[in-house]
């Protein structure tokens, strides 16, 4: 909500292990400015998606190493009021 990047749950990762597909990061600056209402005051501008290269699948049972990468190459496309305190 403040636009500051969250934790990454392993879930996702667990799933492109067991399905052997591709981990594709995606940074998305900009869009907490527009709040959480149900409905846009504004038309979004101003925002940028940064498409990473693709990672490999992840291997079964060692899906932390892939989710290190995916955040790693996210924060790479951020902002530093974007970031993490401990990033």
């Known amino acids: 909500k403040d ?3 969250g934790s ?10 067991r399905a052997g597909v591709r981990i594709v ?7 907490h400015v527009f709040g959480t209402g149900a409905l846009p005051i504004a038309i979004p501008r101003g ?4 498409v990473h290269p693709p990672l490999d ?5 060692q899906e932390d190493e892939s989710m290190a990468a ?5 924060l790479s496309g951020l902002p ?3 970031r993490p305190a401990e990033a």
Do not use: H, Y
Not at 47 to 50: A, E, F, N, Q, S
């Open 80 to 82: 530093a009021a974007m």
């Open 25 to 31: 990061p995606i940074s998305v600056v900009g869009t």
């Open 8 to 17: 990454f749950k392993k879930g996702p990762f667990t799933m492109a292990a």
């Open 3 to 5: 636009g500051v990047l």
């Open 47 to 50: 925002v940028r998606i940064i």
């Open 70 to 74: 995916a955040r790693a190459a996210v």
């Open 57 to 61: 699948a992840p291997v079964a049972k």
